[in-house]
Antibody, heavy 132, light 108 residues
């Protein structure tokens, strides 16, 4: 079955760029019908969606983080990555990557219908601390 | 932005009892709602999507209902492994996703 694994530095200095990679195993990141997400969880808090990418490179970001976030994909390595710039202590969190079952299809009338079936596979998460 | 509000923040339930968790959206999300379970130190796990469709491998004791702005996750008979935090997530505003603040189900 598909598994996801986050990797990257656990400590980042303020004002620098946080960089994480999610490696997909057991399946191809280029399979249609899936988007690939980053989510974070501040200590003791709830979940915050950061953004996601399709294998074609199309991206969507949380409007509250959009100015600092870049998500990219490397299909040859079966990986996708997160960059978050100008970090502060408020970016200290556990960062998860996940697979979203989502996409669109055309119905009999030719109308585009989107579907979303949730984040069905998650990585174990990686803790990132922002501190000097 | 669609705001998701979950209640109560903490729910104390005895094993074998029913648990009812609520999720309210600040505007209609139709049936575009998912539920996740998260245990301490673990990643979340998808339970329900489409407000009421169980994800693969999820036991029948978990059920979801509701549409529009009011949703409910019911655990019919709590097992020891069900004590966890539960989050709702809307995707009506796709591609933008938002989660609720969570409900912790603890042992009474």
């Amino acid at each position: 079955q598909v598994q996801l694994q986050e990797s990257g530095p656990g400590l980042v200095k303020p004002s620098q760029t946080l960089s994480l990679t999610c490696t997909v195993s057991g399946g191809s990141i280029s399979s249609g019908g899936y988007y690939w997400s980053w989510i974070r969880q501040h200590p003791g808090k709830g979940l915050e969606w950061i953004g996601y990418i399709y294998y074609s490179g199309s991206t969507y970001y949380n409007p509250s983080l959009k100015s600092r976030v870049t998500i990219s994909v490397d299909t040859s390595k079966n990986q996708f990555s997160l960059k978050l710039s100008s970090v502060t202590a408020a970016d200290t969190a556990v960062y998860y990557c996940a697979r979203d079952r989502a996409g669109d299809y055309y119905d009999s009338s030719g109308s585009s219908i989107y579907y979303y079936y949730g984040m069905d596979v998650w990585g174990q998460g990686t803790t990132v601390t922002v501190s000097s | 932005e669609i705001v998701m509000t979950q209640s109560p923040a903490t729910l104390s339930v005895s094993p074998g009892e029913r648990a009812t968790l609520s999720c309210r959206a600040s505007q209609s999300v139709s049936s575009n709602l998912a539920w996740y379970q998260q245990k301490p130190g673990q990643a979340p796990r998808l339970l329900i999507y489409g407000a009421s469709t169980r994800a693969t491998g999820i036991p029948a004791r978990f059920s979801g209902s509701g549409s529009g702005t009011e949703f409910t996750l019911t655990i019919s008979s709590l097992q020891s492994e069900d004590f966890a935090v539960y989050y709702c997530q809307q995707y009506n505003n796709w591609p933008v996703l938002t989660f609720g603040g969570g409900t912790k189900v603890e042992i009474k």
